[in-house]
């Protein structure tokens, strides 16, 4: 099946490390995605990691794999106010559909 | 600048008055797709298109119509609109076998009264 689930809202503190979990049940995709989504904007694509890594790291972020738990999770170090967003993580059970969990809130408190 | 545009952004509208929610994108993508966002339930997929006069069913399709007449086009289509329809929508468009990069419309707000 395509069900996606990470956890609703997540409260950090400025400067702190963010990390966003997310779990997975279709194991034949062949990329993960996490998408950012401001305040009343569409949706960005933040990163995404392919299926046979353990872990991608671009500047702040950090996106780690672990494929026999089907679990990804997305670190922001040194997190700004501008972090504030919802967060979606997304597999690929065909090359043609994203499948979405529900969005997890960031909300970053000075 | 390459990018996905949707019209309207907003729309309030009455149960059962036809309407239609435009997207076209500039990039000369084959695959177009159409997506709801709800309160906790994230993106849900309505109906997708691999081509011009090809499209197909998503997780959520009742009560929507799309049409693919021309590849940068993908229209949304609500025959009669009901308040369950009252959503976020989301276009989106990339080239095929490609699913690592998925452009994103501005989205449009749809109230159905």
């Known amino acids: 099946g395509e069900d996606v689930e990470q956890s609703l809202f997540l409260s950090v503190r400025e400067g702190d490390s963010s990390v966003i979990n997310c779990t997975y049940t279709?194991?034949?995709?062949?990329?993960l995605y996490w998408y950012k989504q401001e305040p009343g904007a569409g949706l960005q694509l933040l990163t995404y990691?392919?299926?046979?890594?353990d872990m991608k790291q671009d500047q702040r972020l950090t996106v780690l794999l672990n494929k026999k738990d089907k679990h990804l999770s997305l670190r922001i170090a040194d997190t700004q106010t501008g972090d504030s967003a919802i967060y979606f993580c997304?597999?690929?059970?065909?090359?043609?559909?994203?499948?979405f969990g529900a969005g997890t809130t960031v909300t970053v408190r000075a | 600048e390459a990018q996905v545009t949707q019209n309207p952004r907003y729309l309030i509208t009455v149960t059962g008055k036809k309407l239609t929610v435009t997207c076209s994108q500039n990039?000369?993508?084959?695959?177009m797709s159409w997506y709801r966002q709800d309160p906790g339930l994230g993106l849900r997929q309505i109906y997708y298109?691999?081509?011009?006069?090809?499209?197909d069913k998503g997780d959520v399709p009742e009560g929507y119509k799309v049409s693919r007449k021309e590849k940068r086009n993908f229209p949304l289509i609500l025959e009669s609109p009901s308040p369950n329809q009252t959503s976020l929508y989301f276009c989106?468009?990339?080239?095929?076998?490609?699913?690592?990069?998925?452009?994103f419309g501005p989205g449009t707000r749809l109230t159905v009264l």
């Open positions: 279709d194991s034949s995709s062949t990329y």
């Open positions: 989106a468009s990339s080239s095929v076998g490609s699913a690592d990069t998925q452009y």
């Open positions: 990691i392919f299926s046979n890594m």
């Open positions: 990039m000369n993508h084959e695959y």
């Open positions: 298109s691999m081509n011009v006069e090809v499209t």
């Open positions: 997304a597999e690929t059970p065909n090359d043609y559909k994203l499948s």
